[in-house]
């Protein structure tokens, strides 16, 4: 009797261990299906009080994924290039920001490069994507990184933590934000058509 009973509870354990994990998965798919890589950088740059500029090149130009923002101590703009972490990023970066006129960085979740090493990216993304799976992890990891250009003659006063732009709690905000938008400000609420 006793050891059906302790069966049981384990049974029900496990049960309930599988239907959270299902849970979560079904949460953080949802988060990376609905992440805006132009809507996170746009709202961090806004956030620091920098002013965002026109995009000369529209779509489907390529070179229209690019992001500007204006520093007041800067003549030229600086410029935001979101690009899939298997994609070489130099030849569009070279449209838009030429080497010359432009100091490059590299970023991806919690790591910065001077330059762009698919290895190490992709290292830090097989890094976050095993913690993410164990929920330990304040990013989400994606598999889009960021370059952005700043004049080379010109020092930034600001410094953006562009690590922002994947933090999992801003996405979810971002989300929650978007949901309430689209059920008019009453999320909870359930409604009964007739």
């Not at 049960?15 to 949460?27: D, K, M, P």
């Not at 970066?93 to 190490?120: C, I, K, M, N």
């Not at 994947?166 to 309430?180: F, G, M, S, Y």
Request: charged share 20%; aromatic share 8%; with cysteine.
């Amino acid at each position: 009797m006793k050891s059906t009973v302790a069966r049981i509870v384990l049974l029900l354990l496990l049960l309930s261990t599988v239907a959270v994990r299902v849970h979560a998965l079904q949460s953080r798919d949802t988060m990376a299906a609905s992440f805006d890589i132009d809507a996170a950088i746009k709202s961090l740059i806004r956030e620091n009080g920098l002013p965002l500029r026109e995009n000369p090149a529209k779509p489907p130009s390529t070179l229209s994924v690019a992001v500007y923002f204006q520093r007041q101590e800067c003549a030229a703009p600086s410029v935001v290039v979101p690009f899939d972490l298997n994609f070489e990023a130099l030849p569009l970066l070279a449209r838009v920001a030429p080497p010359q006129s432009y100091t490059h960085s590299f970023f991806y979740l919690d790591g910065s490069w001077p330059e762009q090493d698919r290895v190490l990216i992709f290292g830090e993304w097989l890094r976050h994507a095993a913690l993410n799976l164990a929920g330990a992890t304040p990013f989400l990891p994606v598999k889009t990184a960021v370059v952005v250009a700043e004049p080379a003659s010109c020092q930034a006063s600001v410094r953006l933590d562009w690590r922002a732009i994947w933090k999992r709690a801003r996405v979810q905000t971002r989300i929650d934000n978007e949901w309430l938008r689209e059920d008019g400000g009453e999320a909870g609420r359930f409604h009964v058509h007739s």
